[in-house]
Nanobody, 118 residues
Framework: VQLQASGGGLVQPGGSLRLSCAVP????????MRWYRQAPGNQRELVAG???????NYADSVQGRFTISRDKAKNTVYLQMDSLKPEDTAVYYC?????????????WGQGTLVTVSS
């Protein structure tokens, strides 16, 4: 199962980007979807998550600036990033987590690079 992330690029501080992650329909509807990021020299960190029912959560560092959403018709999860800061520079990864009985399975996208710089 392969997730396909896209939308990264170079943006100036204060600018916006929208990341997309296409998810196979076989797992999308029941998955908890999350965006993670990893900056050079840092550990991967959770940025935002959304459940199948639409409940969302955010890292404190992006609260109020980033918005995660999901489109059932397109099997896609989005991360709208506004008011970007240089410290948001990182490779962003989408993740789908599904549960069968008591076992969670994680699927990952390939990562998309976001660079915030003037």
């Amino acid at each position: 199962v392969q997730l396909q992330a896209s939308g990264g690029g170079l943006v100036q501080p204060g600018g916006s980007l929208r990341l997309s992650c296409a998810v196979p329909g076989s797992i999308f509807s029941d998955s908890v979807m999350r965006w993670y990021r990893q900056a050079p020299g840092n550990q991967r960190e959770l940025v935002a998550g959304i459940t199948s029912g639409g409940y969302t959560n955010y890292a404190d560092s992006v609260q109020g600036r980033f918005t995660i959403s999901r489109d059932k018709a397109k099997n896609t999860v989005y991360l709208q990033m506004d008011s970007l800061k240089p410290e948001d520079t990182a490779v962003y990864y989408c993740n789908a987590a599904t549960i069968a009985s008591t076992t969670w399975t994680d699927y990952w996208g390939q990562g998309t690079l976001v660079t915030v710089s003037s």
